[in-house]
């Protein structure tokens, strides 16, 4: 599935006439599923251009399925504001497809993350992302600390504003 998948996004990118980051003033909204241990849910993210290769956003995830029901909206939910380094054009990719490492802080850690959009067309796209923790607000997160505080793996559709 994974091969099919990567060979249509190469394949998908020789016919494709969109552009994945175009600056600032660029405009990104995605909406995808969350992945982590013990949990999945549903994240949201605004990003804006600022630069040639440079963007701020707002991430925010909501915890749907945690493992065990007796966690709290406040163990469930975490907004983190972004940056990111828009590389793909640095990279020298088709503009179709983006690159973007970056650095955030949330309401439970200070982390990073790492991205890759691709465009169909000039609104719509894919992307996959993955975050991590760089320092933890708790020096040893235990049970429901651990939620939106360890690697988070993200997947969804991406749409130009």
Known sequence: MKKLFVLGLLFGSLFANAQA?????????????????HATGITLFYDRGIGENMSIGVQTVYLLSVDCDA???????????????????????????????????????FGAHAGVRYFFSEGFGLFSEVGFPIASYNNDPIGYEKLNNQFQFSIGASFNL
């Open 71 to 109: 966690s709290k909206f406040e163990d469930e939910f975490d907004i983190k504001a972004r940056f990111s380094a828009n590389i793909g054009n640095v990279l020298k990719l088709p503009e179709a497809i983006d690159i973007y490492p970056g650095l955030n802080l949330g309401l439970r850690n």
């Open 21 to 37: 980051y175009k600056g600032k003033g660029d405009q990104k909204f995605q909406v995808g599923a969350n992945i982590q241990d």
